[in-house]
Nanobody
Framework: QVHLVESGGGLVRPGGSLRLSCAAS????????MAWYRQAPGNQRELVAV???????NYTRSVKGRFTISRDTAKNTVDLQMNSLKPEDTAVYYC?????????WGQGTQVTVSS
């Protein structure tokens, strides 16, 4: 079974940086897109960044220029480098794997941006 585990969350001051990592197990995922989502209290789960199987990336407007998603298919990992963090970035961040119409999720990691 597919298993995703996030790590790297924590408390960061505004303007700081954080790097999230997602380790996948249970198969070969190089053919499928992977993504980072986030969900803040009272909000819907929001797509943050996507990395496709051919190496293309896309970002939601609010993080474009500040966040970078990267994949290492040999290690079955996907990272999210977050720079210039804002309080509005505070949320639980989830790693996602989409296989056709099936979604697989990690347990989430908390990111809190506060002074």
């Amino acid at each position: 079974q597919v298993h995703l585990v996030e790590s790297g969350g924590g408390l960061v001051r505004p303007g700081g940086s954080l790097r999230l990592s997602c380790a996948a197990s249970g198969g070969n995922f190089s053919r499928y897109p992977m993504a980072w989502y986030r969900q803040a209290p009272g909000n819907q789960r929001e797509l943050v960044a996507v990395a496709t199987s051919d190496g293309n990336t896309n970002y939601t407007r609010s993080v474009k220029g500040r966040f970078t998603i990267s994949r290492d298919t040999a290690k079955n990992t996907v990272d999210l480098q977050m720079n210039s963090l804002k309080p509005e970035d505070t949320a639980v961040y989830y790693c996602n794997l989409r296989r056709y119409f099936a979604n697989f999720w990690g347990q989430g990691t908390q990111v809190t941006v506060s002074s």
